[in-house]
């Protein structure tokens, strides 16, 4: 019965509760930390899918498997690896990037005869190396955006891969708008030394 009043005082208090705190409750079999911090994160966590995803349904699927993800895994959650947002995000991230490669290997593609492909069709287009370029380069700069840090990675993915505003990152991750704006800037800059030692530059 003392257990019970605890649990309810605490989850009164959750608000007042850091992150860090409600995932060593969570580890321990706390409902009320569970229901505090889905309550503090759901809403931005499913911004990020369904602006992955575009489906509500599917979005709203990804939330609780994270959830539960969540839930069963706490245990195993550090605060040396970096902020409780940046754990959750990277979860609900990969969980819809699992999902959209799943979509593309369920696509069926048509046979199509030798016979009937044309070489011109592809070669001759003035568009076709433009188009192979371009995809080098997307290669090249998701490559160097993964060698950059966490924090950094956090903001830039948000900013150019999900569309947020630095207001909304500020926002959804819990972070001063001047350190979302640094870690923008020092990101960039990052980046764009990185891409100059692997051969591209702006043109």
């Not at 860090?20 to 009320?32: D, F, K, R, S």
Request: contains cysteine; charged residues 20%.
């Amino acid at each position: 019965m003392q257990n019970k009043q605890i649990g309810r005082e605490q989850a009164m208090n959750a608000g007042e509760v850091s992150d860090e705190v409600l995932m060593t409750a969570i580890a321990g079999g706390a409902l009320w930390a569970m229901d505090a911090l889905y309550e503090r994160y759901a809403r931005l966590l499913y911004s990020l899918a369904y602006r992955m995803i575009s489906d509500h349904q599917v979005a709203e699927d990804l939330l609780q498997e994270s959830f539960l993800s969540v839930w069963r895994n706490a245990s195993s959650y550090s605060a040396r690896s970096g902020a409780v947002h940046s754990w959750l995000f990277s979860i609900i991230h990969h969980r819809a990037i699992d999902y959209l490669r799943a979509i593309q290997r369920r696509a069926t593609l048509n046979p199509v005869s030798l016979d009937a492909v044309n070489p011109e069709d592809y070669f001759d287009s003035s568009d076709t190396w433009e188009q192979v370029w371009t995809s080098y380069q997307q290669a090249q700069v998701r490559q160097a955006i993964m060698a950059l840090s966490k924090e950094q990675r956090l903001v830039i993915e948000l900013a150019y891969f999900q569309g947020w505003t630095q207001a909304e990152i500020a926002e959804g991750c819990h972070l001063p708008l001047g350190t979302v704006k640094a870690r923008m800037r020092l990101g960039l800059l990052h980046l764009k030394r990185l891409l100059e030692q692997q051969g591209l530059q702006e043109r």
